[in-house]
């Protein structure tokens, strides 16, 4: 069965320090591995993926994320966070073999960055 | 516009009533599902299809009903609204390889 985890509600850190998100994951075989970002009344936005290649992939808006095959983790990260990134965060996974494209969530992190 | 369009944005709805949740894409997209988000719940896939005329459960499907006679259009019925289905609604697409999903901007539903 597939599955996300993320061991965090909330995030809390101060504009300018580095940020992490924390995310690992259970699936059958090898996984494709998303983060979205969602702002209040608005639908997710895709930040990332992970499909193949260099472990550290980077995305939209200064994030970047690696994959850890070995620890099932893909880690969502920024060095220097803004106010304005304040939002719920979600990793997805979804099994290279299936053919069905199904997405399985995690429940969120909420990130809050203060002035 | 290309993206995925869902309407409408609000909805309230007594118990027992029906309604339709319409989403339309304009990318060609062959798969596409639609998830309820809850607090601290994630989110959960009603259900899916996997192109025109083929549609699947996902994980939360009771109560729910879902038809793709076009690939454009995958709207979700909800036979008789329940407080439990109180909820924000999302559509997503995506081509069959599965590697870039798209997003609607929800429909909230409240059901009273």
């Known amino acids: 069965a597939q599955s996300v985890a993320q061991p965090e509600d909330q995030v809390n850190v101060a504009e300018g320090n580095p940020l992490t998100v924390k995310c690992t994951y259970s699936v059958s075989g090898n996984p494709y591995l998303f983060w979205y970002v969602q702002y209040p009344n608005r639908g997710l936005q895709f930040l990332l993926k992970y499909i193949t290649g260099d472990n550290l992939v980077k995305g939209s808006y200064g994030f970047e994320a690696e994959f850890n095959k070995s620890q099932t983790s893909f880690h969502l990260k920024k060095p220097s966070a803004l106010v304005s990134d304040s939002a719920l965060y979600f990793c997805?996974?979804?099994?290279?073999?299936?053919?069905?494209?199904?997405?399985?969530f995690g429940r969120g992190t909420q990130l809050t960055v203060w002035p | 516009n290309a993206g995925v369009t869902q309407t409408p944005k609000f909805q309230v709805l007594k118990t027992g009533q029906s309604m339709t949740l319409q989403c339309a894409q304009d990318m060609n997209h062959e798969y596409m599902s639609w998830y309820r988000q809850d607090p601290g719940m994630g989110l959960r896939l009603i259900h899916y299809s996997v192109g025109a005329g083929i549609t699947d459960q996902g994980e939360v499907p009771n109560g729910y009903n879902v038809s793709r006679s076009t690939t454009e259009d995958f709207p979700l019925r909800l036979l008789s609204a329940a407080p439990s289905q109180t909820s924000v609604y999302f559509c997503a697409s995506s081509t069959g390889q599965g590697l870039g999903y798209t997003f609607g901007s929800g429909t909230r539903l409240t059901v009273v």
């Open positions: 997805a996974v979804r099994d290279r073999g299936s053919t069905l494209g199904r997405l399985y």
